[in-house]
């Protein structure tokens, strides 16, 4: 369990360089910081578990349930507040969005990261492609047109061109 643990929060951290732009709060690698000390822990507490259980010690055996029942306290703690928190997370990442796609000019390092957003989850702008219209890129286009990234991979020729929205 800590192995996989430790490959979910390097992963997290990992994805994290891509998608930084949209998340300007430092604060958002916290939770995978938080799975890899979770993963440190758990290993230390599986080996006083295997030791007390080999040794057949009963204190050793107490200290290891004790420690799963804080942890386990823990896990449902952090699942609450993360219940709890959830729309704030999602309106700070969504107003983080729309000031990125706000500077989006197709020259940037905000551009490239949201070409490769659109790319990578097939989806164009924050809710869908009219959330480019209130955008500078939209207004310098001659207010017809998106991104190519918005372009549907099977399709041939888009021009990002409003309206075709099925080729978007």
Same mark, same amino acid.
């Given at each position: 369990? =800590?192995?996989?643990?430790?490959?979910?929060?390097?992963?997290?951290?990992?994805?994290?360089?891509?998608?930084?732009?949209?998340?300007?709060?430092?604060?958002?690698?916290?939770?995978?910081?938080?799975?890899?000390?979770?993963?440190?822990?758990?290993?230390?507490?599986?080996?006083?578990?295997?030791? =007390?259980?080999?040794?057949?010690?009963?204190?050793?055996?107490?200290?290891?349930? =004790?420690?799963?029942?804080?942890?386990?306290? =823990?896990?449902?703690?952090?699942?609450?507040?993360?219940?709890?928190?959830?729309?704030?997370?999602?309106?700070?990442?969504?107003?983080?969005?729309?000031?990125?796609?706000?500077?989006?000019?197709?020259?940037?390092?905000?551009?490239?990261?949201?070409?490769?957003?659109?790319?990578?989850?097939?989806?164009?702008?924050?809710?869908?492609?009219?959330?480019?219209?209130?955008?500078?890129?939209? %207004?310098?286009?001659? %207010? %017809?047109?998106?991104?190519?990234?918005?372009?549907?991979?099977?399709?041939?020729?888009?021009?990002?061109?409003?309206?075709?929205?099925?080729?978007?």
């Amino acid at each position: 369990a =800590a192995a996989g643990l430790s490959y979910v929060g390097a992963y997290v951290i990992n994805t994290y360089k891509s998608y930084d732009n949209f998340l300007q709060d430092k604060y958002a690698l916290l939770p995978a910081t938080i799975i890899i000390c979770v993963a440190v822990v758990m290993f230390i507490i599986g080996l006083i578990g295997c030791c =007390a259980t080999f040794r057949e010690s009963r204190v050793g055996l107490g200290l290891f349930l =004790a420690i799963i029942l804080v942890i386990f306290i =823990a896990e449902v703690s952090a699942f609450v507040l993360g219940f709890i928190y959830r729309e704030k997370v999602k309106t700070d990442v969504q107003g983080t969005m729309h000031s990125v796609f706000e500077k989006y000019d197709g020259k940037n390092p905000e551009s490239t990261v949201v070409d490769y957003l659109q790319e990578q989850l097939h989806c164009c702008g924050v809710k869908n492609y009219s959330d480019w219209t209130a955008t500078q890129w939209f %207004n310098s286009t001659g %207010n %017809n047109s998106v991104p190519l990234s918005c372009c549907r991979q099977d399709t041939k020729n888009c021009t990002g061109r409003l309206d075709q929205p099925q080729e978007l």
